[in-house]
Structures are given as structure tokens and as C-alpha cells.
């Protein structure tokens, strides 16, 4: 049986359907799985070892220009390959009309939520068969329950494990880390750079040497913000996707925003402390053996303090559990 998995956007949404992948690899070891997904994400979606092939799309370059021969070329050949692969099933885990459209093109029987469970309704009036599945759930739950209401067995929610494993890129850098994930899409979203300062400051005094990176310029501004008060820093130069991943995956613990790489990082297994000032974890938040968020709450900020204890915490967790 061959599948292909339809799930677009954004990064964290991508990682959070990695235990769902992991879960229908084991009980369905006959099903092969191939993936839809933005061309920005590529490289996160190559790194579960039971993903073939992997298609790109590019919504959100082709909204900037619906009209344009380029956009119809490369929606064409999508379409074409799709066909050409000849899928048995294809599963929409995203469950918004843009997704469900995607699937479409495919040409081949679609699984994906029902009206009451879908994120957008109209998506579910696109699937062949519709399945329901509690929008109280976070994330991973929908997703993992979805995977086996669609392939036929009962996902062991008792476990989680993303199945993914760091890149084999040499990161060059030895001794205890602490990948600080400073960057995240919105200003509301974003730590004071005076507390990422004070983060690494704790993390030096502990042994710890921060690493943190950049992709783009105001970015770049805060990574040598730190690196100017924090001497040990190791700032690692704006990079692939696939060598940030890498670094990450081999860094002793992590702490970050709310930002996709954050969400990575609780993938991988790793000690990871996500610091969210003005959304809600809520059914989206890092899941992880070793993750945990801080919640600004109302007229109460979250301090590098706080954020270095957790991480303490959560590494002696890890710790503990690899000499049991």
C-alpha cells in the first residue's frame, strides 16, 4: 500500500505529525509513506527515516503571483507527479481547504477529518472518507488518532516518540551546549534580548556554552548581542534548515520561543524549555519525554532564572532515565 501524507505548513505543524508517521511505520510495516509539504520544510520532513519521496509545494510563493505562467508550470508538474506516483490512499493531516485541494490533485482516495474535526469544515466535503476525532486534543493526539482511524489500528498513546534522529552534519562544537532559539515570527512572540543575556550568562557560569543562530538581519542583531555580553557564545552563522537541525540534535538541552525549531528540539528527546509571552501552548505547544513551557502569565514576565532552573530539571529527568 502506498500513501502519501498531505501536511503543508507550518514547521511545528509538520514535526507534530512525526509520532503519527512513527506509530502507522510499526503497525503498518507494509505501507509505504511519501509527503506534501512546503519547499521551506523539505529537509525537516527528511528526517524520518520512513519517508520516500518528498513533494514540494509552494503556496505561499504562488498566492504572491496566482497569475503568472511560472505558478502554473510548477502547479502542473506537482500535479503530474502525484498522478504519476500512483498512490492508494492519501491523508490529509492538516484538514484546511488549501490542504484538502492539494490532495485532490493526487487523483486517489483521500482520508481526512470529518466537518465537526477539521480545522476549516469545507475541507471535509474534498475526502473520500471522514473520520472524528476530538478537537480537545492537542496536536499529536488528532494527528496519531486520525493515522490509525484511516490505516486500521489503535496508535499506544501511552508512548511518544517522533522516530526522527539528528542529521549527521559534524557541528565542530564540543562539551555541554545550550542552543538558545532566540528568532520566532512575531515581535509579541520574542524574549527581551536582556533576558537571553542573562540566560547564557547563567548557562556560562554552569559550564554550559550557548549557541545560538540567525536568519535574518534583525536576528543577527540579537545572536551578536549575546555573543558581545556573553563571551563563550558560539554564534553559528545563518544556515541551512537541515545543518541548524543538526546542531540542535546534538546540543545537551535547548531553550527557545515559541518557533518551530523549538518544537524540533522536543522531537529530538532533548531537555527543551519553550518560553511563551503571548499565546497559549495550549493543544499546539512543544510535546516531548523532556519538554516544558513557561507561560508568561498576566503582569508576570518569565525569567532567565526560571528558564536555566527547568532546564536543569529536565536534564537530570534525562539523566536519571538513562541510568535506570
Known amino acids: 500500500m502506498k500513501v502519501l501524507i498531505v501536511k503543508t505548513s507550518s514547521m511545528g505543524d509538520v514535526i507534530h505529525t512525526f509520532p503519527a508517521v512513527e506509530d502507522a511505520s510499526r503497525q503498518r510495516p507494509e505501507v509505504t509513506f511519501d509527503w506534501c509539504v512546503e519547499e521551506a520544510f523539505a529537509g525537516i520532513v527528511a528526517l524520518h527515516p520512513a519517508i520516500g519521496r518528498i513533494h514540494t509545494v509552494a503556496i505561499r510563493r504562488w498566492r504572491k503571483a496566482p497569475f503568472k505562467a511560472?505558478?502554473?508550470?510548477e502547479a502542473a508538474a506537482l500535479r503530474g507527479a502525484l498522478r504519476q506516483s500512483r498512490y492508494d490512499l492519501v491523508i490529509d493531516a492538516q484538514g484546511l481547504l488549501k490542504s484538502a485541494l492539494v490532495a485532490k490533485l493526487a487523483g486517489a482516495p483521500i482520508a481526512g477529518l470529518d466537518r465537526s474535526s477539521a480545522r476549516e469544515p469545507s475541507a471535509a466535503l474534498l475526502y473520500t472518507t471522514t473520520h472524528a476525532v476530538p478537537r480537545s486534543l492537542h496536536a499529536i493526539e488528532r494527528t496519531r488518532r486520525l493515522f490509525g482511524l484511516a490505516l486500521g489500528y489503535l496508535p499506544d498513546l501511552s508512548m511518544l516518540d517522533s522516530g526522527i534522529v539528528p542529521?549527521?552534519?559534524?557541528?565542530?562544537?564540543?562539551?555541554?551546549?545550550?542552543?538558545?532559539?532566540?528568532?520566532?515570527?512575531?515581535?509579541?512572540?520574542?524574549?527581551?534580548?536582556?533576558?537571553?543575556?542573562?540566560?547564557?550568562?547563567?548557562?556560562?557560569?554552569?559550564?554550559?556554552?550557548?549557541?545560538?543562530t540567525w536568519s535574518n538581519e534583525r536576528e543577527k542583531g540579537v545572536a551578536e548581542a549575546i555573543a558581545g555580553a556573553v563571551p563563550a557564545t558560539i554564534v553559528v552563522p545563518r544556515s541551512s534548515?537541515?545543518?541548524?537541525?543538526?546542531?540542535?540534535?546534538?546540543?545537551?538541552?535547548?531553550?527557545?520561543?515559541?518557533?518551530?525549531?523549538?518544537?524540533?528540539?522536543?522531537?529530538?528527546?532533548?531537555?527543551?524549555?519553550?518560553v511563551f509571552l503571548a499565546t497559549e501552548p495550549g493543544l499546539t505547544g512543544p510535546r516531548g519525554p523532556y519538554a516544558s513551557t513557561l507561560l508568561a502569565a498576566?503582569?508576570?514576565?518569565?525569567?532567565?532564572?526560571?528558564?536555566?532552573?527547568?532546564?536543569?530539571?529536565?536534564?537530570?529527568?534525562k539523566l536519571r532515565a538513562g541510568t535506570e
Do not use: Q
Open 241 to 274: 534548515l537541515a545543518d541548524v537541525a543538526a546542531i540542535i540534535g546534538r546540543s545537551t538541552l535547548v531553550i527557545g520561543a515559541d518557533t518551530g525549531l523549538t518544537h524540533l528540539a522536543s522531537a529530538f528527546g532533548l531537555p527543551t524549555v519553550a
Open 70 to 73: 511560472g505558478t502554473w508550470r
Open 167 to 212: 542529521p549527521g552534519n559534524l557541528t565542530g562544537i564540543a562539551g555541554k551546549t545550550a542552543f538558545l532559539l532566540h528568532g520566532t515570527s512575531r515581535d509579541d512572540k520574542k524574549w527581551p534580548v536582556e533576558d537571553w543575556i542573562g540566560t547564557g550568562r547563567l548557562l556560562a557560569e554552569r559550564g554550559v556554552t550557548p549557541v545560538t
Open 298 to 317: 498576566a503582569e508576570r514576565r518569565v525569567t532567565p532564572a526560571e528558564a536555566v532552573a527547568e532546564a536543569e530539571r529536565l536534564l537530570e529527568l
